[in-house]
């Protein structure tokens, strides 16, 4: 349309280019009049090339009878050149025009929105924004890593689905879904991965709100827990190879603790007295925590190792075990009494250490006996007066009878068993768990074992058709793969700790320079594997066969040290994966398929049973199997010694005294109840805790 001289409209005369330009416009507009016909075009924009019958199913046009209707708006964008079939592929493909008059139909619909009321995004910043596609964009760009014209077609699906809610607000976890949404229907599952929100369902956080007795430790536990629930997912999807997580979620493998595995070892050994005589340096790390400078009166000493264990227990996911506690107090041996008080108040002020899970670290203090023995006994003293006001001490005692007699202390360390104390007898350099030192340098100040990864034999055995052959072999291609992630996560704890993630280990012990690093795998379930569904029997035959699959996982172990440049070592020892593998295995295979008494676990070591351990000998079939097994496994065999309830102390007494003398290392255990109200244990009781009269035992 013109204007005439008078300043009124009139129309355009016939032929003119402007008549055909308007004209061309308003039927591009009068063909975008149909949502249908843009539907298509962001079908085509978006999936890219189409054949006519997958255009049709996407734009919804699945039944016989709206074959013409879609017919009818394809044609319709092809005389106005929005869409170009290419004959020779038979695909239609949206044109530079169409994707032009996507773009403004876009713009139109977003300033329409703002126009008749603004779009907020409530984000993760705690803030309130006008929505912006933008930032999408940079998003998917910056955290995903996606190429730009990718991040620009994703953003603009989105911003699609966004305009067509009817809400005020959006918030940031919402777009992210709705981002994830598309990026998988279009394939591509790692940006997904890259780009996942991380974090728990508000029913989950309700139920951890609500079924606070799983709690131990107040509001540190359900931080804690919440925490770990997070970043054990980024483990599983961001940082583990897909097939090493994989196989965790199957039930082949087992992670322990994965809120925490790529951040802090598993179990460390360390010469309290060299830290506490540098003095305790932690730079710029935990302002809040005293300066303890290096120590001389007793006062001192006994509040660094309190300290010590405190922090060294943030740095260590099972268990950290202290030696050169003895020479430590050497010069107070003269007030015996004194020595033993303020061991005890050491001991109980560092269990106020938080756990970072549930069953929390052990700590657990190495006595020599031979040593200074006035020092010794006053330690133990302390360990007995700590443990009967300390419900379930996470404090425990390993008495090192390699150069002196376990008699000598039998007594006091039965008195201490009876009332739920942590003691474990050993002649070699192990933690409570049965996990080895690593190094036979006595040099060494530092030990470091990052274990946690448990291989579940029975599911392998089940999966090998009976073939012995077969079943180690598996075993060794299982365990590749295995080693392969524990390389990766002593890497980035090595990395994290360079960079101040773990201040004791970074400052006092300089880990880089002065430890000694050992991955360690956990076999579990290896009985089960051979005896009940290889079809061997527990015979001399049966037992060559187990020694063979142990011996397979220690060469292939070998083996990969020498590759990846770290000893490996095979163990057998307690792990939380027991009963998940024996409850996965029962959903797979058939309840007590593997498991042949009440037991709801797998096996996991040695046991031994105190009421029989009397009538043993040297020769005995469990004790020889027992050595046989601790000589072989070079990462650690747990020994238990298991003591009926009603033992009396005289009765504990002689049996770590006899077991001392046929095996190596063992743990006495002793279920002991507690009042699950009130905490009290002075008494045993079975039915209601004599104190509040709570029947909650645990």
Request: glycine share 6%.
């Amino acid at each position: 349309m013109t204007m005439d001289m008078k300043g009124e409209l009139e129309e355009p005369k016939k032929g003119s280019i402007l008549q055909s330009t308007s004209k061309r416009v308003r039927m591009i507009f009068s063909v975008m009049a149909s949502p249908n016909r843009i539907d298509i075009l962001r079908i085509l924009n978006s999936k890219g090339p189409l054949t006519y019958s997958e255009l049709k199913s996407l734009a919804g046009f699945k039944s016989k009878k709206e074959s013409g209707k879609f017919a009818y708006h394809l044609r319709k964008l092809l005389r106005q050149s929005l869409v170009a079939l290419n004959k020779s592929e038979r695909r239609y493909t949206i044109t530079n025009l169409g994707k032009l008059v996507l773009s403004l139909a876009r713009q139109i619909e977003e300033r329409s929105i703002i126009e008749s009321g603004k779009m907020y995004v409530r984000t993760s910043h705690e803030s309130i924004e006008e929505f912006n596609s933008h930032k999408i964009i940079q998003s998917l760009v910056r955290e995903g890593s996606l190429p730009l014209e990718l991040a620009q077609k994703i953003t603009e699906e989105v911003e699609n689905r966004i305009y067509k809610y009817q809400t005020t607000y959006l918030t940031g976890s919402l777009i992210r879904e709705m981002v994830n949404s598309v990026l998988l229907e279009h394939g591509h599952e790692e940006y997904r991965n890259k780009l996942a929100r991380l974090g728990l369902p508000v029913y989950d956080v309700q139920e951890m709100l609500t079924n606070l007795d799983n709690v131990g430790n107040g509001t540190d536990g359900l931080l804690f827990n919440t925490g770990q629930r997070v970043f054990a997912e980024h483990l599983l999807t961001n940082i583990l190879p897909k097939d090493v997580a994989d196989s965790h979620l199957s039930g082949d493998l087992h992670i322990t603790n994965p809120g925490i595995w790529s951040m802090i070892p598993d179990t460390i050994f360390v010469n309290v007295k060299e830290l506490i005589d540098d003095g305790i340096v932690l730079g710029g790390k935990n302002l809040d925590v005293s300066r303890v400078p290096v120590s001389k009166s007793l006062d001192d000493i006994t509040s660094s190792l309190s300290v010590i264990i405190s922090l060294l227990s943030k740095e260590a996911s099972q268990e950290i075990v202290l030696d050169g506690i003895v020479s430590l107090f050497s010069k107070h041996a003269k007030n015996i009494e004194e020595l033993e008080q303020k061991v005890s108040n050491a001991f109980a002020v560092a269990s106020t250490t938080p756990n970072y899970n549930k069953a929390g670290t052990n700590v657990s203090i190495r006595l020599a006996l031979g040593s200074d023995t006035k020092i010794v006994n006053a330690i133990i003293n302390a360990y007995q007066n700590y443990t009967a006001i300390t419900p379930t001490p996470k404090i425990g005692l390993i008495i090192d009878y390699s150069k002196g007699k376990i008699s000598d202390v039998s007594a006091k360390t039965a008195e201490i068993i009876s009332i739920g104390g942590k003691v474990t007898f050993s002649k070699d350099r192990i933690s409570s768990s049965g996990i080895t030192h690593g190094t036979t340098k006595s040099a060494t100040p530092l030990a470091i074992n990052l274990q946690s990864v448990s291989i579940n034999l029975p599911r392998l055995a089940f999966e090998s058709n009976k073939d012995e052959t077969y079943f180690r072999a598996r075993l060794a291609l299982l365990m590749k793969p295995a080693l392969s992630s524990m390389a990766l996560r002593k890497k980035d704890i090595s990395d994290l700790t360079r960079r101040g993630l773990n201040p004791i280990l970074a400052k006092n012990t300089q880990y880089m320079q002065r430890s000694s690093i050992s991955l360690v795998v956990n076999l579990v379930g290896l009985k089960e594997a051979v005896f009940n569904i290889l079809g061997y029997k527990d015979n001399k035959e049966g037992r060559a066969v187990l020694h063979k699959v142990i011996e397979t996982a220690v060469d292939v172990a070998a083996k990969k040290g020498k590759e990846i440049g770290d000893p490996v070592h095979i163990s057998m020892t307690e792990t939380d994966g027991s009963k998940r593998f024996a409850s996965l295995d029962g959903e797979k295979y058939g309840k007590n398929s593997a498991l042949t008494s009440e037991s709801d676990s797998y096996s996991q070591g040695i046991v031994l049973k105190a009421s029989e351990v009397t009538d043993f000998t040297n020769k005995s079939e469990e004790i020889t199997e027992c050595n046989k097994l601790s000589k072989i496994l070079n990462g650690g065999l747990s020994v238990t010694l298991q003591i009926d309830s009603d033992a009396q102390v005289a009765d504990i007494k002689k049996s770590i005294e006899k077991t001392g003398e046929l095996t190596n290392s063992f743990t006495p255990t002793k279920s002991i109840a507690i009042c699950g109200e009130c905490g009290f244990k002075d008494e045993p009781f079975t039915d209601k805790c004599p104190k509040c009269k709570s029947p909650y035992i645990v």
